[in-house]
């Protein structure tokens, strides 16, 4: 040691020089700006892609929630309409550009039906002055419900081979024909409106002869324009004898397009159509008529618009995606509400039970065990049952969710506050003399937070599939005419869903989102809120 100390005993004075001989040496400020808490959070929770896809997600169904209901005529919002309940997603121009959102259905259909289905383009094409019966010249007409013939199959029927036909047709076109009963007045209006927009409402009645299958009060008799058996076999008579037009062992599609349908219309003694049956009673304005339309350009009278849904309807006849977005709202908005309440019961409850502890700690776990013995579909029905007429269904469901709903959350709030209490900085402020309160929340409780905020995430998931179970047990209702939930949509579909596909389509894609997305965006918080990585790189 000291022969290296003697290496520096020769070194001249001059060696040496003061360094900042003028300057005062303090602090320097730092360069960068300081991060609070929550900016540190976002910086976190950023860096977790999965977390921020979620958000997105989430914000684009909040998103679809509020503006879809916007951008709903309140005419169009409260339209039920049973004639187009249960109809696939169907916009007219992406129809008939692309042939997308066409409000189609694939089936098999016999010949029979379907000669019946391409009869109702022919019906509509109808003109006084000109006759149009054959099949083949209305297969391009605006009405023509079939979109497309995909295949042709024989199939067995008894100890034959008759021919069946894989065919895609426009359900809203398919509604077709049906007999209404107007007010004088409101016929005079039709015509009117007819004569401004160019669209034809009324069409003529049908005979009531042998050759008419059906009566006036058999849905979908109006559509059987066309002269038929009593088995509604399309037949001709021009020939002075009863002809079928269908022959089962014939199975190319060039043979349904050359049949031409005999019309079977009623005329008076002069031999002119007959729009209207008068049935009597009122005055001059209000008795009633009997009147065949076409569906379709009268629901455009009614309503002022065309039929298009861009998700189809639901099992009312409501606007799907209007009813969707509604289910949303109240969902969320619901499973909201009980995440706060509970976040806030569970937050003061497990803080003071974890911070005193003792005795204090025995008794509030007492009742919280006594509490979360109570099944919860108990509780819901039996709220649902007694006190759903009095407070309403919704704030009474609310209450049911949090009965015990902030257990769990307290359970979490106190086993952070055992691990935290006895913390060094916890008993510095208590030697500083830091009230209780402050102590609870402003040095514990912030390091509880990431735990906590992810269990409160993950609630609203938890409560939206909560009220889907309750509606699909029948035990809650939410569905009305101004507002439905997720879980009603779900239980309207669950019978017909086979049948009518996306009425539980959609709703089941945004719940499943909902509950993945809010799981990721949970996980995301509780490592951004974790003290512990605060200033940790990644």
């Not at 109808?126 to 419900?145: A, C």
């Amino acid at each position: 040691m000291e022969n290296n100390n003697n290496k520096y005993i020769d070194i001249p004075k001059e060696k040496f020089e003061f360094v900042n001989t003028n300057e005062k040496l303090t602090d320097k400020k730092f360069d960068t700006k300081p991060i609070s808490y929550f900016k540190d959070a976002l910086i976190r929770f950023r860096k977790n892609k999965a977390s921020v896809v979620a958000t997105i997600i989430i914000i684009l169904i909040v998103l679809f929630a509020f503006i879809v209901p916007i951008c709903t005529s309140t005419e169009k919002a409260k339209l039920m309409d049973a004639n187009y309940r249960q109809k696939g997603p169907r916009i007219a121009w992406l129809k008939n550009s692309i042939g997308l959102a066409d409000g189609g259905s694939t089936t098999d259909l016999t010949k029979q039906q379907l000669i019946f289905e391409l009869a109702k383009g022919i019906g509509a094409a109808f003109e006084e002055d000109k006759e149009v019966n054959l099949i083949k010249d209305t297969l391009d007409n605006y009405y023509q419900p079939v979109i497309k013939i995909k295949n042709v199959k024989m199939v067995s029927q008894g100890r034959k081979q008759v021919p069946s036909y894989d065919t895609r047709y426009d359900k809203y076109l398919s509604v077709g024909f049906i007999y209404q009963d107007i007010e004088q007045s409101e016929y005079q209006k039709i015509l009117e409106w007819e004569k401004t927009t160019g669209k034809k409402v009324l069409y003529p009645l049908i005979e009531e002869n042998e050759y008419y299958f059906g009566n006036n009060d058999d849905r979908g008799a109006a559509n059987y324009w066309y002269k038929t058996t009593g088995k509604a076999i399309p037949v001709s008579t021009k020939s002075g004898e009863v002809v079928k037009l269908v022959d089962d062992s014939k199975n190319s599609i060039d043979d349904i397009y050359n049949i031409q349908l005999e019309e079977n219309y009623s005329r008076d003694a002069d031999g002119n159509y007959k729009y209207y049956k008068n049935n009597g009673g009122g005055n001059d304005e209000t008795s009633l008529y009997r009147v065949r339309i076409l569906y379709y350009n009268y629901y455009q009278y009614l309503n002022g618009f065309e039929p298009n849904y861009i998700m189809g309807t639901d099992s009312q006849g409501y606007d799907l995606a209007y009813r969707l977005a509604s289910g949303i709202k109240l969902s969320l908005l619901l499973a909201v509400c009980v995440s706060v309440i509970n976040f806030v019961i569970g937050a003061i409850y497990g803080a003071v039970e974890g911070y005193y502890g003792g005795a204090v700690d025995i008794v509030l776990e007492r009742v919280s065990d006594i509490l979360s013995g109570v099944p919860f579909i108990i509780v819901a029905t039996l709220f649902q049952m007694h006190l759903a007429r009095k407070v309403g269904t919704i704030p009474c469901l609310i209450f049911a969710f949090v009965v015990t709903g902030w257990i769990g959350t307290a359970s979490r709030v106190r086993t952070q506050f055992y691990r935290f209490k006895n913390q060094e900085y916890v008993m510095a402020a208590r030697t500083l003399g830091a009230s209780d309160r402050r102590i609870i929340w402003k040095h514990i409780f912030p390091n509880t937070l990431g735990t906590i905020i992810t269990s409160s995430a993950l609630v609203i998931p938890s409560v939206i599939f909560s009220e889907s179970m309750l509606s699909f047990l029948g035990i809650v209702n939410l569905g009305g005419s101004k507002a439905t939930s997720l879980g009603t949509l779900l239980s309207d579909a669950s019978g017909i869903w086979t049948q009518f596909p996306h009425l539980m389509i959609f709703p089941a894609i945004i719940i499943s989102l909902l509950m993945i997305c809010f799981n990721l965006f949970g996980n995301g918080l509780r490592d951004a809120f974790n003290p512990t990585l605060r200033g940790v790189e990644e």
